[in-house]
């Protein structure tokens, strides 16, 4: 039986909101939320994926019977709990902070899982049943599944860039009752305008979103007086722009305790209802430091540790700030003398919101990401400075610590150290922990990329420490004793604490901010001493604090295993900070996942002893592979094309379209049998090759990099399209029955696949990744259901 | 507001007139567990702290202050379990290991003067107040800083003095001050507060997130008017395993 036209549009549509769904979600909880907890439910969610291959497979007979009504009426459903969970889960008096003070909240914590299962489970059920329904005909259904995606992955970027996201939740909603007309065009107008009044009356409920009463933003707003002025929401972040007029922002990270002054008014930026940043006032009759005199109060900008750089020279002809936001680093670098300025800042409407400081004549704007700047550039700077941007909680409660950064690799200070003039700077601030942490790693990463460049990295290196930041200040070339006493004078003028230079003393150090020893220095030390010295503090230390590289990306990661059994002890005691939850939470995630995929597949499949298995076998290697290779190849095309963002969209867009295009091809395609092997070949020779070549044509214009970034996708994405396709049909002319499990099981091991990757990368990085992916293919090869 | 501020006062009215008329405080075992609780972490921790055990008598203000009465009322069956509780207005009321710890630090004297930034619940203020002549503390969101007054007031606490205001500038009219405590969190410390501590005072500030306190700091003004600071670990963690 062929499938109708309407029919196969339905599930592309349908294939395309869930995942737009699954971008938005991830969008909505950040700003409700935290990044960890979005993880945690959102990996779980996805199996309802899973959960539908086990309703078909158990109810097929019933459902086939009624197909276009219970399509329609899943896609329908799709419509109504997309935004009806997350009506609901606003309304739930929810707090994921107090999780590891109690266990109240965990039950909280089900019911979100619960509710975003729901929409995903529906969306999969409606295209589930489609496969199983035109079983024959999977691979134009596959097709259409796949290019809906991809089309999707895109076109939410792009949404989100235009409309708010409680918009694009409505326009997802939508998209499930176009779906459900599809699929019953006999009550198509009904449903249509069901849905649409539906959707538009959710409006009212679902503004404005309610945020975490302990979220950043929340805190601000409830000072009086305080109300927001602008809003600006893009795929990045939605940015909040506060004003306080009673109790001003007063953000001055690592100010001296030596200053007297006031601050200038200062107006907040919040991002997703966090990572606070500020705008300085403009300069007299609104102009800045070039035209007229430098705004009033800007002087505590002299007071704070990333202004040491400028005190080692008179006057600076060329800097760039890296990750310049608000733009409190660009003025510093103004007030301070420096003929041209280049502010570079990812978020394009953070520097459209900044506005002035980004208009000085001084100053050349580029919006970009940082590396991609760098690499892209052939100047040479006299300083660089790497801002303060996230936030002092994120850092603190290590969420960060999975999301991958190529800021803070050993090949990107290197790359930076190459594009400084000789005797330049490259300045680093970040927040500092206790006990240190990231600290200690970007000095370990530092010193592995001075010894790169053949300097001398006891010589090239200086800490500035105040009470709750360190600024790293590295120089391509020897730091002079006349430096290191302009530093030296620069930190006790401010009580800061120069913990490390060139021939300073163990007793010089730790002054001001005491730490109980000066751990610091010691530890400084031991980095630039190199060889058997470094590595067997690499071991004693209880943080992880080997560099990252561009093969795994983590800088924030500082969890060890070993060390684990003492955290746990101290949980209760105080400890929690200690404990980090990025990873935790990942364990977590995939613990759960396992014991839900366990409960929701695994148990019916054993107890029915409905499926084969070879089907598992088979449809869960694929399904743990596909996302392996993708994921590798995002990570590998994110410092190609130089944008976490656009690195995603382009490849999860043209990985899903091109391999909807095989799938479209596999009946025109001869032993179709060893699709997976050739997946397997070509994955091993082309991602090395690719990551080699695209090394070499990183300076080509964007308008290139992204041609040539598809085409490296194509030939891979095309043979990836077909092994589901081609066994799915083999599965359904002699075992039909098999067909829903396929799908359930394909579904649930994809969402285990996201997080293993993340899991195998942090370890052994994405080199391995794409091994065990190659492997993965071997067994689904030899596994193939009728072989 | 209004209602809040009247139904906390009559809770606490309550209380007292159980307490007064020697009435058995059906909340004394889970206190004294709470005292327990935070005996053992003391210990535990007592080379991070720099001390065997906190003073006898910072002990015996924790014991005696009825904290079952400063959170919500549908929190007050886990007022004593060591840990924080939301109270309202995205505000916590502090783990009662960190607040009896941070109290002790402070080492304040029965004749001093001290600023409280940030009041929450009152708690901290009703603690500290046991332990000096005068509290003055500072709170910027109106309706808490209504309900701490009230509720210290009804309790007894007559020497806390509670305004609303900008906690930046602590309490000019008052200061200098010998010792300060902030719960408030910020980027940096405030230059005005650094100027109104005496010389040889102590300033205290918790640092970390709504329900975790990363490290504490204590800020010290010399003699000479000079500024140190040094963060205390609330927590028995040695980062760097030495060989035997």
Not at chain 1, 723 to 743: G, M, N
Not at chain 2, 189 to 204: D, E, F, N, R, S
Request: with cysteine; charged share 15%; glycine share 8%.
């Amino acid at each position: 039986m062929k499938p109708s036209a309407a029919n196969v549009l339905a599930v592309g549509i349908l294939s395309g909101a869930a995942l737009a769904y699954e971008i938005l979600l991830i969008r909505l909880l950040a700003i409700v939320e935290w990044h960890h907890l979005t993880f945690l439910v959102i990996s779980l969610a996805l199996l309802g994926y899973g959960a539908s291959g086990t309703l078909i497979g158990l109810l097929r007979e019933r459902f086939l019977k009624r197909f276009a009504i219970t399509a329609a009426s899943f896609a329908a459903l799709f419509g109504v709990m997309s935004i009806g969970s997350f009506l609901v889960s606003q309304r739930i008096e929810f707090n994921s902070l107090e999780i590891i003070w109690s266990t109240r909240e965990l039950g909280k914590l089900f019911l979100f899982y619960l509710l975003f299962a729901v929409p995903f489970f529906c969306a999969a059920t409606a295209i589930g049943l489609t496969l199983t329904r035109f079983g024959e005909q999977s691979p134009r259904i596959y097709r259409a599944d796949l290019i809906g995606a991809g089309c999707s992955a895109a076109l939410v970027t792009a949404l989100l860039f235009l409309v708010h996201p409680v918009t694009a939740l409505q326009i997802i909603g939508c998209a499930g009752f176009v779906a459900a007309a599809l699929f019953l065009s006999r009550h198509a107008m009904a449903i249509l305008l069901g849905g649409t009044l539906l959707v538009v009356a959710a409006r009212s409920l679902l503004l404005p979103i309610r945020v975490s009463q302990f979220k950043e933003l929340s805190q601000a707003l409830r000072i009086p007086g305080a109300h927001i002025v602008q809003e600006r929401s893009s795929p990045l972040a939605l940015l909040s722009v506060v004003e306080s007029p009673a109790v001003p922002f007063r953000f001055a990270p690592g100010l001296s305790l030596s200053y007297a002054g006031e601050l200038p008014q200062q107006v907040g930026i919040f991002s997703d209802a966090s990572g606070l940043t500020v705008l300085l006032p403009p300069g007299e009759g609104g102009r800045g430091p070039d035209e007229g005199r430098p705004p009033p109060g800007v002087g505590y900008l002299d007071f704070v540790p990333s202004a040491a750089p400028y005190h080692l020279r008179r006057s600076f002809a060329n800097v760039a700030i890296v990750g310049a936001g608000g733009g409190a680093e660009v003025l510093s670098a103004l007030t301070h003398g420096a003929s041209r300025v280049t502010a570079v800042e990812l978020n394009p409407q953070m520097i459209d919101l900044a506005g002035a400081v980004y208009r000085e004549p001084r100053v050349r704007t580029m919006n970009a990401e940082a590396r991609a700047f760098i690499r892209n550039s052939n100047e040479r700077f006299d300083l660089i400075q790497i801002a303060l941007v996230d936030s002092f909680g994120a850092s603190a409660a290590g969420v960060q610590a999975l999301s991958e950064s190529y800021l803070y690799t050993v090949e990107s200070i290197a790359e930076m150290l190459r594009h400084l003039q000789p005797g330049g700077y490259l300045v680093i601030t970040r927040w500092m922990q206790v006990p240190p942490r990231d600290v200690v790693k970007l000095l370990a990463t530092s010193v592995v990329a001075l010894e790169k460049l053949n300097l001398r990295p006891a010589r090239s290196i200086a800490l500035v420490r105040t009470w709750n930041t360190a600024t790293l200040i590295v120089k391509r070339g020897d730091i002079d004793p006349n430096e290191v006493a302009t530093l030296r004078q620069f930190c006790d003028e401010r009580s800061f604490d120069l913990d490390f230079a060139p021939g300073i003393g163990r007793e010089e150090t730790n002054r001001y901010n005491i730490l109980d020893e000066p751990l610091l220095f010691d530890l400084a030390s031991a980095l630039v001493v190199g060889g058997r010295t470094r590595e067997a503090l690499f071991d004693q230390y209880k943080f992880f604090i080997r560099p990252a590289t561009d093969d795994r990306p983590y800088f924030f990661h500082f969890f060890k295993w070993r060390v684990l059994p003492e955290l746990l002890r101290l949980r209760g005691r105080s400890g929690m900070p200690l404990v980090e939850w990025g990873y935790v939470i990942l364990i977590a995630a995939i613990v759960q996942a396992f014991i839900a995929a366990i409960a929701f597949l695994l148990l019916p499949l054993v107890f029915l002893r409905r499926a084969r298995k070879r089907t598992i076998v088979y449809f869960g290697s694929i399904g743990l592979g596909f996302l392996f290779l993708e994921i590798a190849f995002i990570q590998r095309l994110t410092l190609f094309l130089g944008h976490p963002l656009y690195a995603a969209a382009v490849v999860l867009s043209s990985f899903l379209l091109f391999a909807g295009i095989g799938s479209g091809i596999v009946d025109r395609v001869p032993r179709i049998r060893i699709a997976p092997i050739l997946v397997a070949v070509v994955a091993l020779v082309e991602l090395p090759l690719v990551h080699a070549l695209l090394y070499f044509l990183l300076g080509l214009p964007q308008a290139a990099k992204v041609p040539i970034s598809i085409a490296a996708i194509a030939p891979l994405a095309l043979l990836m399209g077909m092994p589901f396709p081609s066994a799915l049909k083999r599965l359904a002319k002699r075992e039909p029955e098999q067909v829903p499990w396929a799908w359930g099981i394909n579904g649930t091991a994809s969402v285990l696949s996201s997080m293993f990757a993340t899991l195998i990368a942090v370890h052994f990085g994405f080199s391995a990744v794409v091994g065990v992916a190659a492997l993965l293919y071997v067994v689904a090869a030899l596994s193939t259901p009728d072989a | 507001m209004l209602i809040g501020t009247v139904r906390v006062g009559m809770l606490t009215a309550v209380a007292l007139f159980a307490l007064s008329t020697g009435a058995s405080d059906p909340f004394a075992p889970a206190r004294a567990r709470m005292i327990q609780a935070i005996e053992d972490d003391v210990r535990e921790t007592s080379e991070d702290l720099g001390r065997p055990q906190l003073t006898s008598r910072v002990m015996q203000v924790m014991a005696s202050v009825p904290r079952h009465l400063f959170v919500p009322p549908t929190l007050q069956p886990y007022a004593y379990e060591n840990r924080p509780l939301p109270i309202g207005y995205g505000q916590t009321i502090s783990q009662p290991y960190i607040v009896a710890i941070m109290t002790d630090l402070l080492g304040v004297k029965s004749g001093d003067v001290v600023l409280e930034v940030g009041t929450g619940s009152g708690y901290q203020a009703a603690v500290l107040s046991r332990l000096v002549s005068r509290l003055y503390s500072v709170e910027i969101i109106q309706p808490l800083a209504n309900q701490a007054s009230e509720r210290l007031r009804t309790l007894g606490y007559h020497n806390v003095t509670v305004r609303q205001s900008d906690g930046y500038y602590g309490w000019k009219e008052v200061a200098p001050f010998d010792a300060i405590i902030v719960t408030a969190a910020a980027s940096h410390i405030p230059p005005p507060l650094v100027q109104q501590l005496k010389p040889g005072g102590t300033m205290m500030i918790p640092v970390g997130g709504p329900f975790t306190t990363q490290y504490l700091l204590l800020v010290r003004k010399t003699a000479d008017g000079r500024i140190t600071t040094r963060q205390v670990l609330p927590v028995a963690f040695v980062p760097l395993t030495r060989k035997k």
